[in-house]
């Protein structure tokens, strides 16, 4: 059974960081890519950022190019999100997934981190 823990999530100013963390359970996390994604009140879930097994392609959406940062550490079973110069915007519920084994989607998702940016 494949387990996703976030944390880090909290109340920011805008203009402000946080980094968030996910956990993840089981022996085969280095084999997979990792994703995070964000869903706002009322908003569909949208991606944000992903890493490939070995952390050296990642991935953004336009909205997080330059602020957000994903890294990934094998040894410790957890991949990252820095975000940095928050903005209201990012006011979201954000989660933690990881990619299935053909790559075509994710199959297995974190219980979700609430981050909030207050202007």
């Known amino acids: 059974q494949v387990q996703l823990v976030e944390s880090g999530g909290g109340l920011v100013r805008a203009g402000g960081s946080l980094r968030l963390a996910c956990a993840v359970s089981g022996r085969t996390f280095s084999s997979y890519a990792m994703g995070w994604f964000r869903q706002a009140p009322g908003q569909e879930r949208e991606f944000v950022a992903s890493?490939?097994?070995?952390?050296?392609?990642?991935s953004y959406a336009d909205p997080v190019k330059g602020r957000f940062t994903i890294s990934r550490d094998n040894a410790k079973n957890t991949v990252y999100l820095q975000m940095n110069s928050l903005k209201p915007e990012d006011t979201a519920v954000y989660y933690c997934?990881?990619?299935?084994?053909?790559?075509?989607?994710?199959?297995?998702w974190g219980q979700g981190t609430q981050v909030t940016v207050s202007s």
């Open positions: 997934a990881r990619q299935s084994v053909m790559g075509l989607t994710y199959d297995y």
């Open positions: 890493i490939n097994w070995s952390g050296a392609i990642t």
